[in-house]
């Protein structure tokens, strides 16, 4: 058991304490004071941003996590469901629970939410010199591991829409984390040079997608649906993939949910997918999302032997 702290100490950092949440909320109320381009009330938007981060919230967990009112919060869902931007599915583990989702819509208002409160952020925190500016982040960071229950509760993410700069990233990313983890040479990086390059110049907004996962504003996953030009009415899985050291939070997961999702808000009929054996944790992923081997063919590509499998997911 640590030992007892000092009353006098304990009352002066309790002071400390205080006056800097006095200061903060002055200061740093991004979400209380939203700018004026977002349509959101404070409480929509936390919910918004709250639901993106986190896979398989009820309307009871987030009333808990965002300390707010239950019967507040179920008005909100409810007004944000009547306007197409959020979907509340029975699990099928617990048939009493609603799992909450984003729809099309709600992703693209999410994605312009985050946009507005780190531009909101930006001219905060631009005004100080570089180091001022990274001691200040740093010490953040420092305030939530230490508040924070880090052994319970994953670091959030958010899961957006591509934008500038994404397409060339996953190209760069896969050509490092292929060679790095399996010795693929640059012919692999070059392919998938040409996956992206394809998409960029035929996007269609309608039938295609490209989601980008960031965690503490950094980059680390990502995934594409595109439309199979060979087979009318499927669609193509493309691109997975997670950085190392963002695995285990449920990021690749939800990327393939989001695929799924989409597909069958676009029509499609069918999901088709190319991967190859020795990647076992995506090919985990796809056996749960329901996906089935069709076909495997031995093949020497990218400077190694490999055994290469097509699935597919009936919708």
């Known amino acids: 058991m640590p030992n007892a702290p000092d009353p006098d100490l304990l009352r002066r950092q309790a002071e400390a304490a205080l006056a800097f949440t006095q200061f903060y909320r002055r200061r740093l109320r991004l979400l209380e004071n939203?700018?004026?381009?977002?349509?959101?009330?404070?409480?929509?938007?936390?919910?918004?941003?709250?639901?993106?981060?986190?896979?398989?919230?009820?309307?009871?967990?987030?009333?808990?996590e965002l300390d707010l009112d239950e019967s507040h919060v179920s008005r909100v869902l409810a007004a944000l469901e009547g306007e197409g931007l959020l979907r509340r599915n029975r699990s099928e583990e617990?048939?009493?629970?609603?799992?909450?989702?984003?729809?099309?819509?709600?992703?693209?208002?999410?994605?312009?939410?985050?946009h507005a409160l780190r531009a909101q952020a930006a001219t905060l925190l631009s005004p100080l010199e570089p180091d001022r500016r990274r001691t200040l982040v740093d010490g953040m960071a420092s305030i939530s591991r230490a508040l924070g229950e880090p052994e319970e509760r994953p670091m959030s993410y958010l899961v957006r829409l591509h934008r500038p700069g994404?397409?060339?990233?996953?190209?760069?990313?896969?050509?490092?984390?292929?060679?790095?983890?399996?010795?693929?040479?640059?012919?692999?990086?070059?392919?998938?040079?040409?996956?992206?390059?394809?998409?960029?110049?035929?996007?269609?907004?309608?039938?295609?997608?490209?989601?980008?996962?960031?965690?503490?504003?950094?980059?680390?996953?990502?995934v594409m649906l595109v439309r199979d030009r060979r087979r009318p009415g499927v669609a193509r899985l493309r691109l997975l993939l997670v950085e190392p050291g963002a695995r285990g939070l449920g990021i690749g997961g939800k990327l393939v949910r989001e695929c799924t999702r989409f597909a069958r808000h676009a029509g499609y009929r069918a999901i088709t997918l190319w991967t190859d054996s020795l990647?076992?944790?995506?090919?985990?992923?796809?056996?749960?999302?329901?996906?089935?081997?069709?076909?495997?063919?031995?093949?020497?590509?990218?400077?190694?032997?490999?055994?290469?499998?097509?699935?597919?997911?009936?919708?």
């Open 279 to 315: 990647l076992h944790a995506a090919r985990k992923l796809y056996q749960r999302e329901g996906y089935r081997r069709i076909r495997s063919k031995p093949h020497h590509s990218y400077g190694a032997n490999l055994v290469a499998e097509d699935w597919e997911l009936e919708l």
């Open 94 to 114: 617990d048939r009493r629970r609603r799992l909450l989702h984003l729809t099309a819509a709600g992703e693209e208002s999410v994605e312009e939410l985050a």
């Open 166 to 222: 994404d397409l060339g990233w996953i190209v760069h990313r896969h050509g490092v984390l292929y060679h790095q983890e399996y010795g693929w040479d640059e012919r692999f990086e070059g392919l998938v040079a040409g996956i992206v390059s394809r998409f960029a110049a035929g996007f269609d907004p309608e039938r295609e997608r490209c989601w980008i996962a960031e965690r503490d504003g950094e980059r680390v996953g990502s």
């Open 34 to 64: 939203l700018p004026a381009e977002t349509s959101f009330s404070p409480s929509e938007a936390r919910i918004l941003l709250a639901v993106a981060g986190e896979e398989g919230l009820t309307g009871s967990d987030l009333a808990r």
